[in-house]
């Protein structure tokens, strides 16, 4: 057989070529080295690695300017490494660390920055900025934050504004974070983490159009965004754009066989289209795979109850209910499907659930508009953490109590909250902690 002289380079032929490019580029790099050493004398070997680390911290900034974290880091480790003192790296370290949700290690390399006498301004933005991403947002500290974008026009208003939509965003302020992000997006256009964001923002808010558009650009922004393409597919399904939806989940499992929440789209997708093989066949493999995973065992429920098989449906809702006993659509899915069976005794029990559910997710609603009217009082916090660990949502109310704290750190019904908790779960030791808090406020 002859092969065509324009066929492509096999695997291992390509992957030689691009090793001794690399080598070759390796070589000049290590001779231009020699070259500059012999030309500047031995001092400056022994300068190079600091040349090297400054290269390394102004490339930090740029990926992380870029929102390229796990780029940002990789950078900035070379620096630590050869400035491991630098108040500088730590700061620059702080910075990634919240961007990218370590808010604990964010915390520790501020703490080193001080120690290190690093700038003290800086570390007071930046620990401002950490409180509010975190959902701690005092009056005063918004007031601050947002004269120093819209009066001061400080160098970093995009970071300060994205922290603002964030702590609006966790304690339900949805359209005081559009606002952030609207403001934001003015300045930086083709953020797409600000255009995701503004995306979730929308489709909260009902605006579903939006949500698309915001999504769709970002994802032509940034197309190797999973993140993207995974919401662009869901609010296209939402809208009954169905064709492109199940196009768009396709492409996200070929980048992932394995992705759950593509898997999952995909068969919601296939049923719509009426292919109803299709759509079995990917929960029933989902469901193998995720035994413990509520959204595939829900949905595998629905589409038997939709198929008129609600025998086979109830298992799986009960299995859903059993999973997750605070969510509103399992119960709500088997109430429907008991019904069917006229399994009245059962049903009644799940019903009364399903009240008790819906009571509190209509309270969650109506203390998000509360909080749109006071967003600063710490009693409405203290309600939703209430709710919240009523529906087993612990580390939402935690968050939201020590978020009071931080703010107010003798708020005594917050306090009280949090020694009750500790003491239910059998940490005494913590919940006297709080009490003495409590006793020391007084």
């Not at 324009?6 to 390796?26: F, W």
């Not at 001092?43 to 490339?59: L, N, T």
């Not at 005092?138 to 974008?149: G, I, K, N, Q, S």
């Amino acid at each position: 057989m002859t092969v065509a002289a324009n066929a492509e380079e096999s695997p291992v032929t390509a992957d030689t070529t691009k090793l001794s490019r690399a080598a070759r580029v390796h070589s000049k790099k290590v001779l231009w080295l020699a070259a500059l050493i012999l030309f500047l004398g031995p001092a400056s070997f022994f300068a190079y690695p600091h040349v090297r680390a400054a290269w390394h911290f102004r490339a930090a900034e740029k990926a992380l300017a870029a929102r390229h974290l796990a780029e940002a880091r990789s950078h900035l480790d070379v620096c630590l490494h050869t400035w491991p003192r630098s108040a500088a790296n730590q700061l620059l370290a702080a910075r990634i660390a919240r961007r990218a949700g370590a808010y604990a290690e964010a915390d520790r390399r501020l703490d080193e920055c001080q120690r290190l006498h690093g700038p003290g301004d800086d570390i007071k933005l930046e620990r401002a900025l950490l409180q509010v991403q975190q959902g701690g947002l005092a009056e005063h500290t918004e007031t601050l934050l947002r004269d120093y974008v819209v009066r001061d026009h400080h160098p970093e208003s995009a970071a300060i504004l994205e922290a603002l939509a964030e702590g609006c965003r966790r304690n339900y302020r949805i359209e005081s974070a559009l606002k952030y992000l609207d403001l934001l997006l003015e300045r930086k256009p083709n953020d797409a983490h600000a255009l995701l964001a503004r995306g979730w923002v929308h489709e909260r808010m009902g605006h579903v159009e939006n949500a698309r558009d915001d999504y769709r650009l970002a994802l032509s922004l940034e197309p190797a965004s999973d993140e993207a393409l995974l919401d662009l597919a869901k609010v296209l399904l939402q809208m009954g754009e169905t064709k492109e939806a199940v196009e768009r989940f396709e492409e996200l499992r070929r980048r992932q066989p394995d992705h759950p929440l593509a898997a999952l789209g995909l068969a919601q997708g296939r049923f719509k289209l009426g292919q109803i093989d299709e759509t079995r066949q990917l929960l029933e493999k989902l469901v193998a795979k995720h035994p413990r995973e509520l959204a595939p065992i829900l949905e595998l429920g629905r589409f038997y109850t939709q198929v008129g098989k609600p025998a086979q449906a109830a298992n799986w809702l009960r299995k859903a209910c059993e999973l997750d006993p605070h969510d509103y659509q399992a119960h709500y899915a088997l109430c429907q499907c008991l019904r069917q069976l006229g399994e009245e005794a059962a049903l009644k029990v799940y019903e009364n659930r399903l009240h008790e559910i819906d009571n509190d997710l209509k309270r969650m609603n109506e203390l998000s508009d509360e909080v749109q009217k006071r967003p600063y009082d710490p009693s409405l916090q203290v309600e939703m953490a209430r709710v919240f660990l009523r529906n087993g949502q612990e580390r939402e109310a935690i968050l939201k109590l020590e978020n009071v704290l931080k703010i107010d750190a003798h708020h005594t019904p917050a306090l009280e909250l949090l020694a009750e908790y500790y003491e239910k779960k059998g940490e005494r030791r913590q919940a006297e902690g709080y009490r003495r808090q409590m006793r020391d406020g007084d």
